[in-house]
């Protein structure tokens, strides 16, 4: 099952098998080339693609009773892992272990772009959520900056931080349409320019992960139909609850609005803060970035220095 807000994949046990199954024949046809070797062996990486090795490796033994498990990678004819993200883990392995032919997982999101998503294995699943396994990571990136998760003051970290994430991220599976409700009455004679803002946010970047923070107004031009005003703070906070940059934002706000009110035209700016820039790299402290996007009527000369003059 999908659970949509966070698109979030519940492997079942049968997924797991017809997923082994594909990759044993991945293995035999491309990386052996349906050559049959004497003792060949599997090597499952820690910790998920143990599980995972064991899977394929039953697969495997369908075609070839030869097949084994190894826990030596030095003696690995194939890598396993769970799933591959960027291929940077198995990509690791293969370098310091050449007499590997391959590295292959049950999720593989570089070969295969359709796996899209958070997968949940059901090793991992507790209660129908990965609460456990998405802490886990949490750990082991606290190790890896240098603290240690078994302090005090970290003890409770990991519960913490899983908890923000699906609050700062609670954007995806959801579209604005759901939240335009429109009205007709009250419409019938409104014909200029209706300004909102500012609307703070707050998003995260999504090449680091680092936040970015700022205000939005949203004018719009009726076209016999109005919005109720407090969503336009709920079409704000679905956007920008989502790993962003602020050019695709201002656009998805504005093209939303476009679309689920039809109004004569729609103006979006953005200005923001981008914590990527002021505590990393260029270090430019107290920078802001101004981004907007005007569509229809809006886009006139004089709709446009309207609308600026207000946001002023």
């Not at 910790?47 to 070839?64: K, M, Q, S, Y």
């Amino acid at each position: 099952m999908t659970d949509k807000l966070f698109l979030t994949q519940y492997l079942t046990l049968r997924d797991v098998a017809v997923r082994a199954e594909r990759v044993a024949k991945t293995i035999t046809d491309e990386a052996l080339h349906g050559q049959r070797l004497f003792h060949p062996a599997v090597y499952g990486i820690p910790r998920g693609g143990i599980p995972a090795a064991f899977a394929v490796l039953h697969a495997l033994r369908e075609d070839n009773p030869a097949w084994d498990m190894t826990d030596d990678p030095e003696k690995a004819t194939i890598f396993i892992d769970d799933i591959i993200d960027s291929g940077e883990t198995i990509g690791r392995y293969l370098k310091k272990y050449p007499q590997a032919v391959g590295g292959y997982a049950l999720v593989d999101k570089v070969r295969n772009p359709c796996d899209e998503g958070w997968f949940v294995f059901p090793w991992e699943a507790k209660d129908g959520k990965d609460d456990e396994g998405i802490r886990a990571n949490i750990t082991r990136l606290l190790q890896y900056i240098g603290d240690d998760p078994n302090r005090e003051g970290l003890l409770e970290t990991p519960a913490r931080v899983e908890k923000a994430y699906r609050e700062w991220f609670s954007g995806y599976g959801h579209e604005g349409a759901e939240v335009l409700k429109t009205f007709e009455d009250g419409a019938e004679k409104t014909d200029e320019m209706i300004v909102v803002g500012p609307i703070s946010f707050y998003s995260h970047c999504e090449h680091h992960m680092a936040p970015f923070f700022g205000s939005v107004h949203i004018a719009y031009i009726p076209d016999g139909k109005i919005v109720g005003l407090s969503k336009f703070a709920r079409l704000v906070e679905i956007y920008s609850r989502r790993l962003q940059v602020q050019e695709r934002l201002t656009t998805q706000i504005a093209e939303s609005l476009q679309e689920g009110l039809c109004p004569k035209g729609v103006a979006v700016l953005v200005k923001a803060r981008h914590l990527c820039m002021e505590s990393r790299g260029a270090k430019s402290i107290g920078s802001t970035t101004t981004t907007s996007k005007l569509l229809g009527a809006m886009k006139t000369s004089e709709a446009r220095s309207e609308f600026l003059r207000l946001c002023a």
